[in-house]
Structures are given as C-alpha cells and as structure tokens.
C-alpha cells in the first residue's frame, strides 16, 4: 500500500456520528495525497466498518477501547499508527473543503514549516478569526506577533518528525482542554509555523446532538486544562511576554467567557466560586500585567472572581457587563495599555482589517462561491476554539 503524504486521525466515540462525510471531505481535500485514520473509541467498530465501505485503502479503521471519556486516548492512538510524513486531527462531525490539505501540503513544503494552521470556518457560516493573526504579512506567523495563542486548538497539518522530535501528546484523562498545552507547545516551539489565511478551511460541524467541549462542566472539571498547563513545568518557564499573551488569551477566553456563559442566574456555590478564583489568581501571579489589558468590564468582572466573595457579587457584575456598551467592552481601564497587542482595540482593529482584506480576497478571485465573510473572532462561551 503506498504512504500518503498526509494523513487525518478522526476520532469516533457514537456510531451515529456522520463519519462517512467527514472522511469523503478528506480525500477530497488532497486527491491521491491524504488518507484517514479513523479510531473507534470505546465501541462497537462494525457499523463504523459498515459506514466506510467502498472506500479505498488508504482509509483505515483501527480501534482503541481505553474506558476514559476524553478524545486525547484515540487521537494520540491514531497519530501513533499514522504513517505519513504530515499528520492532523479532525473531529467526527466536522469536514474539510474541497482543496484544503493540498493547500495545507503546497504551503507546509513551500515554507519547510513544522505546521500549517487551517483557517476554520463555520459549515456554512464565517470564517472564524483564530489565530488573531496579522493581515500583511508572508505565509509564517509568529507566536506573539500573530496572537498564536488564540487558537489551541491544532487544527492543520503537523510534520509527524517534528510532532516525535517535541514529544507533543494531547492530555490524557481529560474531558475538555486536552488540546490546550499540546496547541500552545507547538506554536511557541520555536518551530516554522504557517497560517494560508485565504485557503480552503476547516469546517466546523453543527450538527452532533451533544458535544463533549461544548458541555457545561463543573468549573473545577473545565479548569483542569488551564490548572495542569499552570502548574506544569513548560509554561512557568516561558519567557514572560509569552506567559502574558497566553494568560490574556487564557483569562479572556476561557475564564471570563465560562462566567458569561453560566450568567447572571446562574447558582455560583462555593465550589465553582473556589475554581473560578483559584484559575484566576493561579494565571495573575504567573502573569501579572496580563488582566490590564483586558476590556474595562473584563477586569472589573475577573476582580469579583478573583475575589468571589459571593454569588450575589458575581451575578451583580456579570450584569453590568452586559449592560456595557460597545466602546466600553474596546478600552482598557488605562489608556496607554490600549496600544499594546493584546489589548481588545488592537485585536478589534485587526479584525476589521482582515474583513476588508477577505472582501478584497473575495473580489480579485471574482467568485461568490467563496463564502460568507470573516467576522470579528469571539470565543466559544465555555473558553474553548473549535476543534
């Protein structure tokens, strides 16, 4: 059997996921190039066998029954058993356009980058702005520069050398977050990174009755990811720029952004008070100019958590917050830190440009086929990017 260039792992946990589209999506996306891997987690294999039939060699069906609800076990088991020269994950529910991994493959081999960052989009819907990356600019990003670190998740292509050479696993045990530390190691690695923003993307599926990372979970549970990262050897050792834009990023969007989703009416017990301050302190000592540059509601509200005195208080200024106008959530609490990169003006500007550069994208190509527009990036309600 020939080796493709690429292969995706696709992880099946319910054997009514629609895995069929997915897969055909990825051969697809590279003709002849790519192949799938697809691992059936903790079930029965047969009417995934079933699903696939007729479909050439280079898709294979192995099977993982490890008794852990997480997606880290198959998707490690799967990148484990890839044989190709570039590897990538891929949800059950999700797809990929037509073209996509022949891009992917052009730009990884035309900038000998160690991973290419699929643009993301919605199935039908924008383009999702992650990574926050700059808009004039080559095929390579930089970590800092391009706000790497808004996007964890690691969609893409990853050159399987590079993938052994970083010992790079997903986390283990976990419900949610296992990608987080696996996503921001690679970016920060030192390694070549590319992002072909006007590519063929990555589609995010709607269409799964209940998706694991979009479950709300005791804060305690939601939190690991970030507590683990924290606490773990790798990030406390980054130089301190690095840490601040990961803790912005990490405080913005899964902290701040699991308060709002739970809201005002939401019983805050002391449990979820305790994890939700105990994150936030964890992130400030490691980072301490990081909450400055949040929005003058954010670091009002993430003061109260980190405080957490009462639910009352919480639920008290996850009110004002959304009672915030538009230009209040745009400003900082002091005005200088409105120009540094992290801060929501810069990241609200640089959204705004790319929308005009994906018009003007839109207009050179002369076709309306290309989808709807990007919108401004905001993150999922729960913290997480979309896988």
């Excluded at 095929?139 to 590079?162: K, S």
């Excluded at 996503?183 to 390694?191: A, M, P, T, V």
Aim: hydrophobic share 45%.
């Amino acid at each position: 059997m020939t080796v493709p260039e690429a292969e995706i792992v696709i992880a099946v946990h319910t054997a009514d996921r629609p895995v069929r589209r997915a897969v055909e999506s990825v051969l697809a996306a590279a003709p002849g190039r790519v192949g799938a891997v697809v691992v059936c987690h903790n079930m029965d294999p047969g009417p995934v066998r079933d699903k696939l039939t007729g479909l050439p060699e280079t898709v294979r069906l192995i099977e993982l029954a490890d008794a852990i609800p997480s997606p880290a076990g198959p998707f490690n088991y799967g990148l484990d058993q890839s044989r190709a020269g570039f590897v990538g994950i891929m949800g059950s529910d999700d797809t990929l356009e037509p073209g996509a991994v022949s891009a992917w493959l052009d730009t990884a081999q035309a900038t000998g980058a160690a991973a290419v960052i699929a643009p993301v989009r919605y199935r039908g819907g924008p383009r999702i702005l992650t990574p926050r990356a700059r808009v004039f600019r080559g095929p390579l990003v930089d970590p800092l520069r391009d706000r790497l670190a808004y996007r964890t998740a690691p969609l893409g292509l990853i050159r399987r050398e590079a993938l052994s050479r970083l010992g790079l696993r997903l986390s283990q045990g976990l419900r949610t977050g296992e990608d987080l530390e696996f996503g921001l190691r690679l970016w920060f690695s030192g390694e070549k990174i590319a992002y072909p923003a006007h590519a063929p993307a990555y589609l995010v599926g709607q269409d799964a009755d209940e998706r694991v990372t979009s479950a709300v979970l005791p804060l305690g549970s939601q939190f690991q990811d970030v507590t683990s990262l924290v606490s773990g050897t790798w990030f406390p050792a980054l130089p301190a720029a690095q840490r601040e834009a990961i803790a912005v990023k990490l405080l913005r969007g899964h902290v701040i952004s699991a308060a709002v989703r739970r809201g005002a009416e939401f019983s805050w017990g002391a449990e979820d008070r305790q994890a939700i301050s105990a994150v936030v302190r964890s992130l400030t000592a490691a980072a301490p100019g990081a909450p400055r540059l949040l929005s003058a509601p954010d670091e009002r509200l993430l003061l109260v958590l980190r405080d957490a005195v009462s639910g009352e208080e919480i639920s008290a200024e996850l009110r004002r917050r959304a009672a915030a106008g538009a230009l209040q959530r745009t400003f900082t609490r002091r005005w200088l830190a409105n120009i540094r990169r992290e801060a929501p003006l810069r990241t609200n500007l640089n959204s705004l440009v790319f929308t005009a550069a994906c018009r003007l994208h839109r207009s050179a190509a002369g076709s309306a086929a290309a989808g709807p527009l990007a919108v401004p990036a905001s993150d999922r309600t729960d913290g997480r990017q979309p896988r």
